[in-house]
């Protein structure tokens, strides 16, 4: 491939429906909030709609037309641009992963859509190629993640990922050195125990909340006098019903996104293959995952099931916080001995320090404070309002569980933190991997000398932070000169470890 070319004619297409869902989003939006342009006749808005389809279109053809790469070896280059002509050159030695999708339209033509991440990379891939034949992605791939031998991953999309993967490694005749699926049982675990039922409940509010101006004005009129006679009962019904509506929302999606989900390595390289209308097959080299974060939320943790998230450079998707996710649902027992066939140096089962008592009523009272401001203006506003005074009494338990979840302790050369927000989260660090550790102290915290600890990582152009608040100001200390190039080079490592190890034996939530 060492001429320009340019993508699969559907490309035009998948421009173009992709233009069109960014329209349809937003007149959903319209409609839930009423933003409608009720002074313009029908036919004068289906013309303005058509105008915006027409020039979607166009936008899409040229945006095909226009946009040419070229493979080269150790480069693959790109020129686009009508007006604004773009030259891009991504390097091999840049690339962290490559990620190869196939939507329900890249599947009608039998295309795939290639992604390549890099450090530094942003919260957007690099670069993006949204039609092409799957031998010109894979090609891609050997090339740019120095495969000498080619080896195709999958084999037809459609076939489901069984196929796939014995298709998949026909040509080299080697089976990877290990190998995990998401069984059926477990798939519908993670779906019911999926903690993306808030966001899929505001959604659905906000539709039902639409419904009575498309009903009879005399069906409202019975409604509004059931209402008004037993106000509680119609609010706990409404709650109800959006919470179901979220839940089984939730769980189809999340059927539709870990569906058919397998990981498996090959020497240093991760392949991850999930979904069952949108299929995502996701490249990871090992050296490059600078983290490992374990994540429990609330359904789980009584059934001691848990996800694992690696943050590799450059990145992952927006609606995984830029993380990759590796293992949707395992065992919590489990996860050390996936970690260790994975991502070995990472297997840890760390025993954390708890935090000193004066951070507790610092957890707590963050919480319970607004929530009591809440319920008083609540109780002044609303009938019954003074049920709202629940919620101070489930800020302070929630504040409290944080506390005892918190957790900080380092091995070797890898820091571990442990906090709660809702969900129970673990982060594993290696301190190679570290760009920045440091301290912030606000006025409140200065009063009982304690910290809130940053820790970032090199994930996207922005990187990646994960915090831990009110720390002592001991453990400031013991954590500082751990990470400090200075007191290592001084031979005061071992003893920083060994006195973070003593700490160890205390408090351990």
Known sequence: MSSWKRQHPAAIFVSFLGSLKQ???????????????????????????????????????????????????????????????????????????????????????????????????????????????????????????????????????????????????????????????????????????????????????????QVPQFLPDWIINIAVGWIIQSSIVYIGGFIVTVLLVAWVFTIISTVLKYGFFTVFKQGKDIYISRGVIETRQLTIHADRVHAVRIVTNLLRQPLGFCAVYVESAGGGTKDEDLSTILLPLCRRKEAVKLLQEIV??????????????????????????????????????IPYGYIAFLLPVAAGLIGYLQYKAA????????????????????????????????YSQNPLQRLDNLHTLHVSVLTTIIGKTFSLKHVSDKQREIYMRWFSYEEREKGGGFEIEHEASDQHQGISP
């Open 344 to 381: 070995p140096e990472y297997a840890f089962v760390p025993e954390y320090e708890g935090l000193p008592k004066e951070s507790m009523r610092r957890y707590m009272i963050r919480l319970a404070v607004p929530a009591m401001l809440a319920a008083g203006a609540a109780t002044y506003l």
């Open 23 to 209: 329209l349809v989003i937003t007149l959903i939006i319209l409609f839930v909030f009423g933003q409608s342009a009720q002074g313009l006749p029908a036919p004068v808005l289906a013309g303005i709609f058509g105008v915006i389809l027409l020039f979607a279109l166009a936008g899409g053809f040229v945006s095909w037309w226009k946009f040419e790469y070229m493979l080269l070896p150790d480069e693959l280059q790109v020129k686009q641009g009508l007006i604004v002509k773009r030259n891009r050159f991504i390097r091999r030695e840049r690339v962290q992963s490559i990620d190869i999708n196939a939507g329900p339209i890249q599947r009608i033509f039998g295309l795939v859509e290639v992604k390549i991440e890099t450090a530094g990379g942003g919260s957007e891939p690099e670069f993006r190629l949204i039609a092409l034949r799957r031998s010109e992605a894979e090609e891609i791939r050997g090339e740019l993640l120095k495969k000498k031998q080619s080896r195709s991953f999958a084999g037809e999309i459609s076939a489901g990922m069984d196929e796939a993967l014995s298709e998949g490694w026909s040509d080299t005749k080697t089976a990877p050195d290990f190998n995990w699926k998401l069984s059926p049982g477990m798939l519908l675990i993670a779906a019911i125990t999926s903690s993306g039922v808030g966001i899929a409940a505001t959604f659905a509010a906000a539709v039902i909340s």
């Open 407 to 438: 957790g900080i302790s380092s091995e070797k050369d890898y820091l571990f933190i442990r906090s709660r927000s809702i969900s129970l989260m673990e982060v594993f660090l290696p301190r190679r991997r570290i760009q920045d550790l440091e």
